[in-house]
DNA sequence: GAAAATATAGGTGTAACTACCCAATTTTAT
DNA sequence: ATAAAATTGGGTAGTTACACCTATATTTTC
């Protein structure tokens, strides 16, 4: 019998991944939680062996619940849920210690499966997620940006010129060329249009 | 007794919305299915009250299936679903004759209450969208692109130069800066990156 | 402490974009 | 049928971005 905890903040998601396992006799959902600050106090008194985990919740996040569950509770399995795959909160949680990673599309088949198998110890990628990551490990040398690039990557998102980055930043207008050009390099795009797409997707703003 | 239907791809979210709905005794959940073109079969052979319809589904998405079913059965009240507020979406909906729009993030009470509201023929609006729409309401006049200037935000925000789209349009350069011009000052944005930033958020492309 | 990566800034040139004009033709709406 | 809106294209000018170099501090990393 596997004992499942859930967060999240979405009542149909909530109510939804009852009534699937609840179907299933080999797992038992002891406790829904609605934000992150209820599911660390819940898990003071006692603790699931898989948590399910959903990333965007209001107050603590999941990235940041995860972080705290995994050093006070490393015995507990988490999943992270999230319905939009975006790759850098993937990678956030599984170095935050999640075993497995889900989109809420997932089929009921799906769930079980990696309840089961992140309970064994095992972790679970859903498959279009682990094939992006595969991809974006083999990339992601050239696309680490620097801190000055993030902010000037920030700074040309928020429509401003190099020279009114430069001034900004107490930089030579060469020097914010220099790093933009570096930037088109680097993400292998071929203008600001391109710059401002993978900004944007990477989470770097809005 | 309102007899209600759902249409949605995500198990978890069907699942849910039937554990929820199935602790009120006047509502019934008839029928479920998991995209646009079984709904529409479904439909041909029994009509529910209310027909709770995702907006991202594979095949037909909800907005073409809006349109249909208001066409076919105008009887049949319509609740859009999403997990996304892309205000564009919510517009198109509307218009294909949705009497609400919901959010999935939404309390069982505001679904429920939904429900009821739209089988009575009035019109129910999740609180946070309908600001929205009133917000977007008083700017859209300055806010709404021609096909033309649509066709060319898209080009510009997968990287095109205006040259590039002159010859893929079959059109003068001088046309296209003109649009480009044209698009600056309606979207009262400064450059190119405010032409793509909007571009996403209102759905353009991405 | 040495090596690598990053941040800085300059040179030079071209291509692209932005900001104003104006006007003819075609499409759409009333 | 007429007015309004959209599409097309031109003129002129200035600014900004992009490409491809070199080079020297400074910071990080091992």
């Known amino acids: 019998m596997i004992n499942v905890a859930i967060a999240d903040d979405h009542s149909i998601v909530l109510n939804g991944l009852q009534k699937i396992l609840a179907l299933h ?18 898990l003071d008194v006692k603790q699931p062996d898989v948590l399910l985990l959903d990333i965007q919740m209001p107050g603590k996040n999941g990235i940041e619940v995860a972080g705290i569950v995994s050093k006070k509770f490393p015995e507990v399995k988490m999943i992270a849920l999230t319905n939009v795959d975006i790759l850098i909160q993937v990678k956030k949680m599984l170095q935050k210690g999640c075993l497995g990673y889900l989109l809420k599309d997932a089929s009921p088949e799906i769930l079980v499966e990696a309840i089961k198998t992140v309970h064994t110890g095992e972790q679970f990628l859903y498959e279009p997620l682990s094939r992006q990551l595969v991809n974006n490990f083999f990339s992601q040398n050239s696309k680490q940006l620097t801190r000055r690039e993030k902010e000037i990557l920030q700074l040309i998102t928020e429509e401003h010129t190099n020279q009114e980055i430069a001034d900004k ?3 030579s207008l060469r020097t914010v060329e220099n790093h933009r050009n570096n930037l088109l390099q680097k993400l292998d795009v071929k203008n600001t249009a391109g710059l401002v797409k993978i900004a944007i997707q990477e989470g770097l703003v809005k």
């Open 25 to 42: 006799p080999d797992i038992k959902v002891t406790d829904v939680y609605l934000n992150g600050d209820s599911l660390l106090e819940g």
């Open 169 to 171: 930043l107490f930089l």
